[in-house]
């Protein structure tokens, strides 16, 4: 049974607006989540994280957001740019009390910007 | 400082052959990660490993084997690769379980 779903599979903005990937999880206990970028033919990189302490973690375009009662994160590009265009993992782990999980991903969503 | 490196790049394997694919790091990372990555299905760990000389199994061990002799490498090992094993294999490595892995650019291999 998937503990992380994206069910996105693809998802089409126009360059300048918002893009809004969605990630929802099962496992109650997970505590840290991220989100990982993948171009075509390269290995997945990191892009933003977010603790369960928090709801809210920024970092220049990208903006990720908790709700830990709905078991749901999201991603938020803005504005969104042509060099946006990836695959978009989301993945949790479970950190509680010192039990370090391993990570565990999503499928994916597809992102295409649109000049 | 090169992050993680794979060998080969890419590969083809008839059925019932073997082959080892390579990963590296120049992090002083202690854990590393041996993953696949197959259309629709995301990322699925194989086998991953918490320091030098360890290793354990993830989500899909079957028909992989992997070695950790030393600590900037970790091996993962088909010993009779079949058609169900054609996939992109990633490594990654990362300072602390469950929190931000470095990925490396990938093993494409196709088994015929």
């Known amino acids: 049974d998937q503990q992380v779903k994206q069910n996105s599979p693809s998802l089409s903005v126009q360059e300048g607006r918002i893009s809004i990937l969605n990630c929802d999880y099962t496992?109650?206990?997970?505590?840290?989540f991220l989100w990982y970028k993948k171009y075509p033919a390269e290995g997945p990189t990191f892009l933003i994280s977010?603790?369960?302490?928090?709801d809210k973690n920024e970092d220049g375009r990208f903006t990720v957001f908790l709700n830990k009662s709905a078991k749901h994160l999201s991603l938020h590009i803005v504005p969104s740019q042509p060099g946006d265009s990836a695959v978009y993992f989301c993945?949790?782990?479970?950190?509680?009390?010192?039990?370090?999980?391993?990570?565990?991903f999503g499928k994916g969503t597809k992102l295409s910007v649109k000049p | 400082n090169a992050g993680v490196t794979q060998t080969p790049k890419f590969r083809v394997l008839k059925t019932g052959q073997s082959m080892t694919l390579l990963c590296a790091q120049d992090?002083?990372?202690?854990?590393m990660y041996w993953y696949r990555q197959d259309p629709g299905m995301g990322l699925r760990l194989i086998h991953y490993?918490?320091?030098?000389?360890?290793?354990a199994k993830g989500e899909v061990p079957d028909g992989y084997n992997v070695s950790r002799l030393k600590k900037q490498n970790f091996l993962l090992g088909l010993e009779s690769a079949a058609p169900s094993q054609t996939s992109v294999y990633f490594c990654?490595?990362?300072?602390?379980?469950?929190?931000?892995?470095?990925f490396g650019p990938g093993t494409r291999l196709l088994v015929l």
């Open positions: 993945a949790a782990s479970e950190n509680y009390g010192g039990s370090q999980g391993n990570l565990i």
């Open positions: 992090m002083n990372h202690e854990y």
């Open positions: 990654a490595s990362g300072q602390v379980t469950g929190e931000t892995q470095y």
């Open positions: 490993s918490v320091g030098e000389g360890t290793t």
């Open positions: 496992n109650s206990m997970f505590d840290y």
């Open positions: 977010i603790s369960s302490i928090k």
